[in-house]
């Protein structure tokens, strides 16, 4: 299974910490053959998953476009209706042609006014590609800044690394820094990891270069802000 699924699954959030003797949920794995009419967001509904992360799951990109017979993984999270879901799921789509989709955000968390003042450095110089919010059906968890492979990535504020790696499907190297007050940042797709797990940092260092790891195909920075593990737009924090 991926990483991923086994997070959401269990509902853990960053940095990740296991305890001896917590009991974890195993998601079984489960595929799903696109029939005519199935978009992202029918099957994710069809299987209780987020149109994101189904998206990262198979490593779809925009314009996000499915082909019949396409096979796509999805994962049973053991749900009392899941069992039915899937032996219905092959018979028609849930959404027609004409059928307007819904969008697919997050619940909004409400930051309070001590913490709204808060601001960040711009990891990377590069030119924005990608806003925070729904698009094409995807919803973007953060923003994404384009450049050049290798172009340094540096740390939007003094914090400590809690994790390091590229274990997260999807994501490619990526570091996460926890902050003072509650703050998270996220930066995905490195090329080269500069710091380990447990370093400080400070406002500005270079942490790590920017690649095309993970689900992307052109060198980018995925960056992430989370207040209390909740995703808000870091274009409201950005300097």
């Known amino acids: 299974m991926s990483v991923r699924a086994l997070i959401e699954r269990n509902h853990l959030t960053a940095p990740?910490?296991?305890?001896?003797?917590q009991r974890l949920i195993i998601?079984?794995?489960e595929y799903y053959r696109v029939h005519k009419g199935d978009t992202l967001y029918s099957i994710a509904k069809r299987y209780n998953m987020t149109v994101s992360s189904l998206a990262r799951l198979n490593k779809i990109s925009a314009p996000y476009t499915l082909s019949v017979?396409?096979?796509l993984q999805v994962s049973d999270w053991g749900n009392t209706t899941t069992s039915k879901t899937q032996k219905t799921a092959t018979k028609k789509s849930t959404i027609q042609k004409n059928e307007k989709e819904p969008n697919v955000t997050p619940k909004k968390i409400t930051v309070p006014k001590s913490a709204q003042s808060k601001r960040f450095d711009?990891?990377?110089?590069?030119?924005?590609?990608?806003?925070?919010?729904?698009k094409n059906g995807i919803h973007n968890d953060g923003i994404n800044f384009a450049g050049k492979l290798g172009d340094p990535i540096k740390a939007a504020d003094a914090g400590q690394v809690v994790y390091a790696?590229?274990?997260?499907?999807?994501?490619?190297?990526l570091i996460l820094i926890k902050h003072n007050g509650g703050?998270?940042?996220?930066?995905?797709?490195?090329?080269?990891?500069w710091v380990k797990k447990g370093a400080t940092v400070v406002r500005g260092q270079k942490i790590a270069t920017?690649?095309?790891?993970g689900s992307v195909k052109t060198p980018?920075?995925?960056?992430?802000v989370r207040y209390k593990t909740k995703v808000v737009d870091p274009m409201a924090y950005l300097k």
């Open 183 to 193: 703050w998270i940042t996220a930066y995905a797709h490195n090329n080269a990891i």
């Open 27 to 29: 998601p079984r794995t």
């Open 16 to 21: 990740y910490t296991l305890k001896i003797g």
């Open 210 to 213: 920017m690649g095309k790891t």
């Open 165 to 173: 790696g590229n274990e997260l499907k999807g994501y490619g190297n």
């Open 220 to 224: 980018q920075l995925h960056f992430e």
């Open 122 to 134: 711009r990891p990377s110089n590069g030119k924005i590609v990608a806003t925070f919010g729904t």
């Open 69 to 71: 017979g396409q096979r």
